[in-house]
Structure formats: C-alpha cells, structure tokens
C-alpha cells in the first residue's frame, strides 16, 4: 500500500491552524475588553476633569453650599417650625409664664417656683441650642416638655381655667401699659424740665442783673416813660416782633440775631414778656446793651390783670390745681393766644420762640399775603407722625366728628399773626372752648401744640419750609445746606443751645448772637 507524501498529511495542518486561531480569538476578546475598560476611565476623568464647563460647577457648588446650609439651619427657622422641637418648648414656656403670674397672685408660691425653675431651664437649652446653629434634638427636649407639660397640667388642675388665664393676662397687660405711660410721661416731663432749667452761669447773670435794676432808679423811670410815651410801640408802619420767655440770654440771641440779619433794624420793635422774677434782669441786660436802634419792650405777666380765672380757662385750672405746674403748662407759654389782647393796637406780628435764631430778614413776611387766614406758618407734615392724629384723641367724638385726622400739622416757633383776621375770627374764643372741652386732659396731654391746632383750623396759610427749619434740639443729622439756607433755625426739643447737652454741630449758630463781652457774662462763665 503507498503512503502519501508528507506535505499532505492533513491532520498535522489541522491541528497546528486551530490553536492560531484560539489565540487569536483571546487576543481579540481580551483587546476589545481592555478597550471598553479604558475608554469608560477617560470618560470618567473627562467628566471631573476642570475643564467642565463653569455652569456645571456652580450647580455643584450650589448644592454643596445648600448641603451646608441644611446642616445648619438658622435658629429662628426652628423656632418658627411647628414640628421643630424648639417651638413646642418656647409655645410651652409662654403658657407657663402666664401661669406663673396666676399662681402667685393666688398665693401658690410653690407652683410659680417650679415653673420658672423649668422656664430658666428650657431658656437655657436654647440658649445654647443657638448658640451652637444646631436644632434642638429629641434626647434634649424631651425632659423639659414633660416636666413642663406636668406643671401646666397641674397648674390647670389647681382651677386657673382658660378664662381665668385671659382675666389675669389682660389686667397684667393693662398694668404694664398704664406703667409704661406714667413712665413716659414722667420721662416728658424731667426732659422739659432739664431744657427749662438754666445753667448756673446765667442764673449768676440774672442775678447780678436783677440787683443792677434794683440798685438804678434812673434805669427803672426810663423804662416807664418809655412804656408810656413811646409812640413806636404801637406804629403799624413799623415791624413787630413778640417774645414770651423767662430766659434772658435766650431772648437777647433772638432779639440780636434778628436786628443782625436786616437792612433796617431801627424799623424793628420786639414786645417781650416775662414774669415777675426775671423782669428786672430783662430790663437790665436791654438798658445796658445796644440792638442797633431796634425798640426794646418788656412787660411783666403779673401786670396783665385781665388774665385771670374768670377769663381764661387755663388760669382756671392752674388755680384749681396748685401742684401740677410743669413749664410745658405754664401761663408764660399759652401767652402766645392772648396776642391780640396783650397787643389791642398792631394789626401784624410776628412770633418768636426764645429757642430760634434768626438768620435771614423777616420783614417780607410782614408784606405777605396770608389770604384771609389767621397764622402764617411752616408745615410739619413731611412725615407721618405730625399729622394730627398724632396730636390729638380721636377716639373722643368731639375730635372725630370735626377735625380730619390726616390734616397737616404744623409748628409753632416762628408764626405770621394777622391779627386783624385773629380778632374777626375770635380765634382766642376758640381756644377757650378747647380749654374747657379738655380739662380732663382726655382730648390731649400737654403743650401748647395741640390747642393750637385745634384754635387755628382752617386759619393756617403754609409758608415755605424755608422761612423756618425745626430739630435742632434733638436731630443731629440735619442736612448743613437746609440750615444755611433757613430764615429761622429752631432749637426745638431738650438740647437746647445754652445747655451742656446741646448737640455740638449746632452750638456756634446761637454763640455768636450771644455778646460774651458783657462784664457779668464774663465773670460769671469764669466763676460758675
């Protein structure tokens, strides 16, 4: 039998091309794996790659930070939750406070101990619950709302009922308003006082002038004649300034500060009235000083025998109850409604409060129109605190069913009287009738404001805010290029410009209308 040639021996090929192409097959496998693999990593690193776009890092911030931010959530988000641990402890401890107030009005000493034993307690745990930014957790809250929870159940047990507890918070809540009042008022009224009160050198001053007038019967002759026989003083050609005050370093800056600031001063006659301590010391310190020609008058408030109880209402009640009279009450200050009977004979003038300074020239207003009103002056409405509701009780239907509440309040200080119109309109009646109507001081509390309001309705012709800027006693912030542009500046309020609290900014616009060279000033501001 012939065998075949080597080269044809099948199995040998078969067996040598099978194991090629198992290799191959795991090469391929094994490469196509490893590509997969590889290509996934780069896309991996791809997407954390600082290259990502800028958008898709801030969203991955934001999320981050709101991350942060829900860890530590604010406090006051918490108390606000009602699921929040922290709220069911400070609702518990507001009943339990009523409760305390209950308990020792009821003599249950014991009870109000453990409940603001337990209060003490759960205001610490937030305390510190804020403190740290972290809620309040359950392992923490729980003692307290249990004990809490305790006491007030024993609390209602002991009969303080739903009612009761209302009865109870409703007279506590009245007590402290009507303490918070009395407070406020007293607070008026030391403040008035203190702005009222001189410092001690010129209370020196006054002093040594009262005893210059007493010692000087000449200078006291030549004030009554020219009292009597001084024909300006009643010359409506000429401009009429009135000043009510005790103050006579104040008044002789407002007397000097307005002859300073116009063309004519010799055209100007100021009618000054005080009363009977400091009416010496006025005539005295205008006798020995010289106003540019300007006509100088004072009178004293007891002369004015008219004024009396039977006439005037406030008299009536200062007489009728002696212990309470503060200055912000005093018959000096309600003057300024008595104008045309101090003043029978002028038909303008004008008002100054001893507080002001007066920077520019006052005679145009003696020329303008007020239009048939009675009281030229600048409104205060600018804000919603000088409206008259602000001013008066209008819960009283007198007030509501004749006054609007909205209607614009507007400042006493530096005000244009027509008296001719104040006579027709009997104006000074007016203000009587709002006396007697508040006598029980329900319709307002004090000052010469309101009345004011009340007599001049309907009667007042707005000037401009220029010819008088207010606050200069109590804000310190007002703009310099309003001052400098006023008429008028007025020191309304405590801080008053003589005064050592006086705001600093402001000080020098009264000193310089002040004559510091004059001998008792002098020696008195060295000694005092």
Request: with cysteine; proline share 4%; net charge neutral.
């Amino acid at each position: 039998m012939r065998r075949r040639a080597f080269d044809y021996r099948r199995p040998v090929r078969r067996r040598f091309s099978c194991w090629i192409w198992s290799l191959l097959l795991l090469f391929v496998i094994g490469g196509s794996i490893l590509f997969v693999v590889q290509h996934n990593h780069r896309e991996e690193d791809h997407v954390e790659s600082p290259l990502l776009p800028f958008f898709f890092l801030q969203e991955i911030n934001s999320r981050k930070e709101s991350v942060i931010h829900e860890s530590s959530r604010n406090f006051t988000d918490e108390i606000l939750s009602a699921r929040s641990y922290a709220r069911q402890i400070s609702d518990q401890m507001t009943l339990a406070k009523a409760y305390v107030i209950i308990a020792k009005e009821h003599n249950n000493l014991h009870l109000a101990w453990e409940l603001s034993s337990k209060i003490r307690s759960g205001q610490l745990l937030l305390s510190k619950a804020a403190t740290r930014a972290d809620p309040v957790s359950p392992n923490e809250a729980e003692p307290i709302i249990k004990s809490l929870s305790g006491l007030i159940f024993k609390a209602q047990k002991a009969h303080y009922d739903i009612a009761t507890t209302i009865m109870t918070m409703k007279n506590f809540i009245q007590s402290i308003e009507e303490r918070g009042y009395a407070a406020t008022v007293q607070s008026t009224v030391l403040g008035q006082l203190a702005a009222e009160s001189l410092p001690k050198s010129l209370q020196c001053v006054e002093i040594k002038l009262t005893s210059d007038w007493l010692q000087n019967k000449s200078m006291i002759e030549l004030a009554e004649y020219t009292r009597e026989y001084s024909p300006r003083l009643v010359d409506n050609n000429l401009n009429h300034f009135c000043i009510f005050s005790d103050n006579t370093i104040a008044v002789s800056a407002v007397i000097n500060s307005t002859v300073s600031n116009t063309e004519h001063p010799t055209q100007l006659v100021f009618h000054v009235v005080t009363n009977g301590v400091k009416y010496g010391a006025m005539q005295a310190w205008f006798f020995s000083n010289d106003f540019k020609g300007a006509i100088i008058e004072v009178q004293n408030i007891e002369d004015f025998t008219w004024l009396n109880s039977s006439y005037s209402p406030l008299v009536k009640q200062l007489h009728d109850n002696p212990g309470v009279e503060p200055n912000y009450i005093s018959l000096l200050n309600h003057l300024r409604f008595y104008v045309p009977e101090i003043y029978p004979f002028l038909e303008k003038i004008i008002f100054l409060d001893e507080d002001v300074v007066v920077q520019k020239d006052l005679t145009p207003l003696f020329s303008l129109d007020l239009h048939g009103n009675v009281n030229g002056a600048v409104e205060t409405c600018l804000e919603s605190f000088h409206r008259y509701y602000k001013y008066l009780n209008f819960s009283s239907p007198l007030i509501s069913t004749k006054f609007d509440p909205q209607a614009c309040g507007w400042a006493f200080g530096m005000n244009v009287f027509d008296l001719i119109a104040w006579r027709k309109a009997n104006v000074t009646a007016r203000y009587h009738y709002w006396q007697e109507q508040n006598a029980d001081w329900s319709i307002w509390k004090m000052g010469t404001l309101p009345p004011g309001l009340l007599a001049f309705y309907g009667l007042t012709e707005p000037l401009d805010r220029r010819w008088h800027v207010l606050g200069l006693g109590y804000d310190s912030s007002i703009d310099q290029r309003l001052i400098e542009t006023a008429a008028v500046v007025h020191f309304n309020g405590n801080m008053k410009p003589w005064l050592k609290m006086s705001i600093g900014r402001y000080k020098n616009l009264w000193q310089r209308y002040v004559n510091q060279s004059h001998p008792h000033l002098r020696y008195c501001l060295t000694t005092s």
